[in-house]
């Protein structure tokens, strides 16, 4: 039986579906991955942390393929980074998705110093 526990941080992960659509966006921000006409590649990319390159991540809902323009129905991760964890599959019916994993960090950096991440807007922002 536990006498004590010490919590040590908070896990927080993201799993965002990309399409073929989106390629150049994963390019860009998945460390040693390149992009040539059409022909995503990725390399070995190891030994790395992955908090130097973490920045805030703000999701927003779509509808009818419009983001939503209300901040209050906004995520704010404010420190994710990318890493890789794809799942792969292969199906001729429909659009190939690709799973990208994100690491969300504590903020050590901004006014948000020490949060992972928030819903909405505060109120002293409206």
């Known amino acids: 039986m536990a006498v ?12 965002c579906p990309l399409t073929r659509q989106e390629y150049a966006n994963l390019a860009i921000f ?14 070995a990319f190891m030994g790395c942390g992955l908090y130097a390159d ?6 927003k809902p779509m509808c009818d393929g419009v983001p939503d323009t209300n901040n209050l129905n906004w995520i704010h991760i ?3 980074a990318p890493y890789r964890d794809f799942e ?8 190939r998705v690709m799973m990208v994993k994100f690491k969300c960090f504590v903020d050590l950096t901004s006014g948000a ?14």
């Open 78 to 80: 404010f420190k994710a």
């Open 4 to 15: 004590d526990s010490v919590f040590s941080g908070i896990a927080c992960e993201l799993d």
């Open 30 to 43: 998945v460390p040693g991955t390149t992009l040539q006409s059409e022909c995503l590649t990725f390399s």
């Open 54 to 59: 973490a920045v805030e991540l703000v999701i």
């Open 113 to 126: 110093a020490g949060r992972v991440f928030r819903m909405g807007i505060p109120t002293s922002e409206i």
């Open 88 to 95: 792969l599959t292969f199906d001729r019916s429909g659009q």
